[in-house]
Each structure stands twice: as C-alpha cells, then as structure tokens.
C-alpha cells in the first residue's frame, strides 16, 4: 500500500502561482511513478502531469506544457506540482496518484491516490 497526502492548495488570483506537496509513505518508490490530476466541478478529472521515481522523466498535458512544473525529493518522499500563470478555469481539486510503471496519463492506471487537494483561481 501507498498513502498519499496532498497540500499546499488554496485561493489565488488569476496569473498567481502555488506549489503543490504530495507526500508519500508505504513503499519504498523506485520502480513507481507518481501522477497528479485534476478535477474540476461538473468535469470529468483529468491528467495534468507526471514523472518517474527514479528516472525523473516527466510527462504533462499540452495544456500546463511550460507553465506547470512536477518534481520529487527523494529523501522527503514528496513530489512537487509548481503551478505558474494559473487560470481561472483551472479551479479544481488536485489529486496526486501512484502507480507501478512509467509514466501514463490514464487515471484507471494509477493504483493509489490522495484525498485531493483544493486550488481555487479568482479572475
């Protein structure tokens, strides 16, 4: 088992910035790759980006390319979404996800995921 937390959420204006904190506890994560979504109300959750545990590869949606940022501190056992130029439609719950293999953008792939986390962008 996997238990994820995330943080770091709360109320923005538009064009501000958050960093969002996914910290991980269970297993130990080499072989896993650590997603985050996002869930806006009335829409479906959708991908925003990923990466590898131990190859740091990164994936992202075309539409947070150049804004967005995922990283991970390995001795903290967090992984990072630095959020840039933050939109207003990007208001949703953020959710952090983990699964086994490399880096994917299907939620039904992700085996494990946190409680989510609430980012809200004022216009």
């Known amino acids: 088992q996997v238990q994820l937390v995330e943080s770091g959420g709360g109320l923005v204006q538009a064009g501000g910035s958050l960093r969002l904190s996914c910290a991980a506890s269970?297993?130990?994560?080499?072989?896993?790759?650590m997603g985050w979504f996002r869930q806006a109300p009335g829409k479906e959750r959708a991908f925003v980006a990923a990466?590898?545990?131990?190859?740091?590869?990164?994936y992202y949606a075309d539409f947070v390319k150049g804004r967005f940022t995922i990283s991970r501190d390995n001795a903290k056992n967090t992984v990072y979404l630095q959020m840039n130029s933050l939109k207003a439609e990007e208001t949703a719950v953020y959710y952090c996800?983990?699964?086994?293999?490399?880096?994917?953008?299907?939620?039904?792939?992700?085996?494990?995921w946190g409680q989510g986390t609430q980012v809200t962008v004022s216009s």
């Open positions: 996800a983990a699964r086994v293999g490399p880096p994917v953008s299907t939620q039904m792939d992700y085996n494990y």
């Open positions: 990466i590898g545990w131990s190859s740091g590869r990164t």
């Open positions: 269970g297993r130990t994560l080499s072989s896993y790759t």
